[in-house]
């Protein structure tokens, strides 16, 4: 008997989200732009106590996805709309609390730009954005970042990964920057992804692209 084929034919863009957890204690959700068979955009919420408490943003995922994996998730646009307008709630709040807070470049290898209050944390590059709302009780003096001193539970691996830790701090500059420069930065990263959460007019069987 003559029978159809099923086989899931894909088009780009499209949106699939993963989630793991209970939100009422830690719940992550990974949500993805596909614009072709190997590049994604990932926007990513993580939630703690039943509520939302970092966000981040990956111009080059590198997670690897299963399409037809049963936990994963294929997103409508009006699906994907409604997360990204989390994510983009949730950044708009960060950066008013943060708007009066010294910019900063942060400097090891690779340069990103930093905000920081005791409440909220940016951190930023030109393909990635993390902010965080917690408690940072860390400090910038003379350019290095200082932590509270803990007291140290014995000499195994906990010890020695605090240890490394604090080699990275030491290592790592923190420069003044101005608000214009730090926000200008932020705008271009943000310029990369903003077109793509717009509503597609068209779809592309290889690749979607503006």
């Given amino acids: 008997m003559i029978r159809?084929?099923?086989?899931?034919?894909?088009?780009?863009?499209?949106?699939?989200?993963?989630?793991?957890g209970k939100k009422k204690y830690s719940y992550f959700e990974k949500i993805h732009v596909h614009l072709s068979d190997t590049k994604r955009l990932k926007f990513e919420l993580n939630y703690r106590s039943g509520k939302l408490n970092e966000i981040e943003y990956k111009k080059n995922s590198d997670d690897k996805i299963n399409l037809y994996d049963k936990e994963l998730k294929y997103l409508s646009y009006t699906e994907f709309a409604i997360k990204m307008k989390t994510f983009e709630?949730?950044?708009?709040?960060?950066l008013r609390s943060l708007s009066n807070e010294t910019a900063f470049r942060k400097v090891m290898v690779f340069g990103s730009n930093y905000k920081f209050s005791s409440e909220w944390e940016i951190e930023f590059d030109y393909s990635q954005i993390t902010l965080k709302k917690d408690q940072f009780e860390h400090s910038i003096q003379d350019g290095k970042l200082v932590k509270p001193?803990?007291?140290?539970?014995?000499?195994?691996?906990?010890?020695?990964?605090?240890?490394?830790?604090?080699?990275?701090?030491?290592?790592?500059?923190?420069?003044?920057?101005?608000q214009n420069e730090f926000y200008k930065d932020l705008d271009s990263t943000m310029g990369d992804y903003l077109p793509y959460l717009e509503a597609p007019k068209f779809l592309r069987k290889k690749q979607y692209e503006l």
Avoid: C, M, Q
């Fill in 4 to 20: 159809a084929n099923l086989d899931f034919n894909h088009y780009y863009p499209f949106y699939t989200l993963t989630s793991f």
């Fill in 89 to 94: 709630n949730f950044l708009i709040r960060g």
């Fill in 149 to 178: 001193k803990r007291e140290s539970n014995g000499d195994g691996d906990l010890a020695k990964l605090v240890v490394f830790f604090e080699t990275i701090d030491e290592y790592t500059k923190f420069n003044t920057i101005e």
